[in-house]
Protein backbone atom coordinates (compact mmCIF):
# COMPACT_ATOMS: atom_id res chain seq x y z
CA UNK A 1 0.00 0.00 0.00
CA UNK A 2 0.86 3.90 -0.77
CA UNK A 3 -0.39 6.65 0.54
CA UNK A 4 0.14 9.73 -1.50
CA UNK A 5 1.15 12.97 -0.01
CA UNK A 6 -0.15 14.76 -3.42
CA UNK A 7 -3.80 14.87 -3.39
CA UNK A 8 -5.04 14.14 -7.44
CA UNK A 9 -8.23 16.12 -8.70
CA UNK A 10 -9.48 13.25 -10.89
CA UNK A 11 -9.18 9.25 -10.68
CA UNK A 12 -5.81 8.45 -12.59
CA UNK A 13 -6.17 7.39 -16.79
CA UNK A 14 -2.96 6.69 -17.25
CA UNK A 15 -0.13 4.05 -15.01
CA UNK A 16 3.38 2.59 -15.62
CA UNK A 17 5.88 1.44 -13.53
CA UNK A 18 9.63 -0.18 -13.59
CA UNK A 19 10.38 -3.40 -14.18
CA UNK A 20 10.15 -3.76 -10.47
CA UNK A 21 7.29 -1.96 -9.72
CA UNK A 22 9.49 0.40 -7.30
CA UNK A 23 8.84 3.60 -9.34
CA UNK A 24 5.60 4.55 -11.39
CA UNK A 25 4.01 7.25 -13.29
CA UNK A 26 0.60 7.85 -12.61
CA UNK A 27 -1.42 10.59 -14.66
CA UNK A 28 -4.91 12.20 -15.27
CA UNK A 29 -5.90 14.64 -17.73
CA UNK A 30 -5.12 16.72 -14.83
CA UNK A 31 -2.33 15.57 -13.04
CA UNK A 32 0.67 13.81 -13.36
CA UNK A 33 2.88 12.18 -10.12
CA UNK A 34 6.32 10.19 -10.13
CA UNK A 35 6.22 8.14 -7.05
CA UNK A 36 9.43 5.86 -5.69
CA UNK A 37 8.27 3.45 -3.41
CA UNK A 38 11.33 2.50 -1.75
CA UNK A 39 12.40 6.22 -1.05
CA UNK A 40 9.08 7.75 -0.36
CA UNK A 41 9.95 10.28 -2.97
CA UNK A 42 6.86 11.90 -4.99
CA UNK A 43 6.97 14.48 -7.25
CA UNK A 44 4.44 16.97 -9.20
CA UNK A 45 5.59 16.16 -12.42
CA UNK A 46 2.81 18.33 -14.61
CA UNK A 47 4.05 21.78 -12.11
CA UNK A 48 6.69 20.82 -12.15
CA UNK A 49 7.46 20.82 -16.07
CA UNK A 50 4.47 22.91 -16.84
CA UNK A 51 2.60 20.31 -18.65
CA UNK A 52 -0.86 19.49 -19.02
CA UNK A 53 -3.64 16.69 -20.49
CA UNK A 54 -1.25 13.76 -20.19
CA UNK A 55 -2.46 11.21 -23.07
CA UNK A 56 0.43 8.33 -22.49
CA UNK A 57 3.22 6.85 -20.70
CA UNK A 58 5.45 4.39 -21.31
CA UNK A 59 8.41 2.93 -19.59
CA UNK A 60 11.87 2.21 -21.55
CA UNK A 61 13.66 -0.78 -19.93
CA UNK A 62 16.35 -0.44 -21.73
CA UNK A 63 17.38 3.79 -20.74
CA UNK A 64 15.26 2.93 -17.65
CA UNK A 65 13.18 6.34 -18.54
CA UNK A 66 9.54 7.00 -18.91
CA UNK A 67 8.05 8.94 -21.94
CA UNK A 68 5.31 11.28 -21.67
CA UNK A 69 3.14 12.58 -24.06
CA UNK A 70 0.79 15.18 -23.06
CA UNK A 71 -1.39 17.70 -24.83
CA UNK A 72 -0.29 20.87 -23.06
CA UNK A 73 2.69 22.84 -22.28
CA UNK A 74 2.70 26.32 -20.37
CA UNK A 75 -0.82 26.16 -20.91
CA UNK A 76 -0.52 25.76 -24.32
CA UNK A 77 -2.24 23.03 -26.94
CA UNK A 78 0.13 21.07 -29.03
CA UNK A 79 2.09 17.55 -29.13
CA UNK A 80 4.69 17.28 -26.47
CA UNK A 81 6.93 14.67 -25.86
CA UNK A 82 8.90 14.00 -22.10
CA UNK A 83 11.81 11.98 -21.31
CA UNK A 84 11.88 11.36 -17.76
CA UNK A 85 14.48 8.90 -16.13
CA UNK A 86 13.48 6.56 -13.40
CA UNK A 87 16.68 7.50 -10.94
CA UNK A 88 16.55 11.31 -11.36
CA UNK A 89 13.23 12.50 -12.62
CA UNK A 90 14.65 16.09 -12.48
CA UNK A 91 16.49 15.32 -15.35
CA UNK A 92 14.40 15.14 -18.06
CA UNK A 93 14.45 15.94 -21.88
CA UNK A 94 11.89 17.34 -24.10
CA UNK A 95 12.25 15.08 -27.33
CA UNK A 96 9.77 17.16 -28.98
CA UNK A 97 7.79 21.02 -28.42
CA UNK A 98 5.04 21.30 -31.10
CA UNK A 99 2.99 24.09 -30.53
CA UNK A 100 -0.38 23.33 -32.81
CA UNK A 101 -2.98 24.49 -30.84
CA UNK A 102 -5.30 20.84 -31.05
CA UNK A 103 -6.49 18.63 -29.35
CA UNK A 104 -5.38 15.34 -29.50
CA UNK A 105 -6.82 11.82 -28.32
CA UNK A 106 -6.64 8.11 -29.19
CA UNK A 107 -2.65 8.07 -28.34
CA UNK A 108 0.20 5.43 -28.30
CA UNK A 109 3.72 5.41 -27.76
CA UNK A 110 5.70 2.51 -28.98
CA UNK A 111 9.86 2.05 -28.81
CA UNK A 112 11.06 -0.07 -31.61
CA UNK A 113 14.62 -1.80 -31.44
CA UNK A 114 17.02 -3.49 -33.80
CA UNK A 115 19.76 -4.86 -31.21
CA UNK A 116 21.59 -6.31 -33.94
CA UNK A 117 21.84 -3.12 -36.12
CA UNK A 118 21.81 -0.78 -32.91
CA UNK A 119 19.02 1.30 -33.95
CA UNK A 120 16.67 2.63 -31.44
CA UNK A 121 13.34 4.61 -32.50
CA UNK A 122 10.27 6.11 -30.78
CA UNK A 123 6.90 5.56 -32.48
CA UNK A 124 4.10 7.81 -31.80
CA UNK A 125 0.62 8.34 -32.85
CA UNK A 126 -2.59 10.25 -32.19
CA UNK A 127 -5.39 11.56 -33.37
CA UNK A 128 -5.96 14.89 -33.95
CA UNK A 129 -9.80 16.31 -32.84
CA UNK A 130 -12.31 17.75 -34.81
CA UNK A 131 -10.53 17.03 -37.60
CA UNK A 132 -10.36 13.46 -37.85
CA UNK A 133 -6.97 13.05 -39.19
CA UNK A 134 -4.52 10.37 -37.34
CA UNK A 135 -0.33 11.64 -37.38
CA UNK A 136 2.34 8.93 -36.90
CA UNK A 137 5.54 10.53 -35.77
CA UNK A 138 9.07 8.12 -35.98
CA UNK A 139 12.01 9.19 -34.34
CA UNK A 140 15.21 8.07 -33.99
CA UNK A 141 16.75 7.65 -30.49
CA UNK A 142 19.53 5.66 -30.58
CA UNK A 143 21.99 8.06 -29.89
CA UNK A 144 19.60 10.86 -27.95
CA UNK A 145 21.31 10.24 -24.72
CA UNK A 146 21.80 13.01 -22.27
Known amino acids: ??????????????????????????ASTND??????????????????EIGCIKEIIFDEDDRCFYILSNKYQEKLGFYVLRMYEDDPTRSKFLIK???????????????????????????????????????FVMDITTDAD
Not at 1 to 23: A, E, G, H, R, V
Open 1 to 26: MYSFTNKLLKQPQFFNSNDNQTIFVL
Open 32 to 49: GLYVNIETAAELDIDALY
Open 98 to 136: FKNKLEIGDCNITILRNHEERIKEIVIGFKTIFINTYST
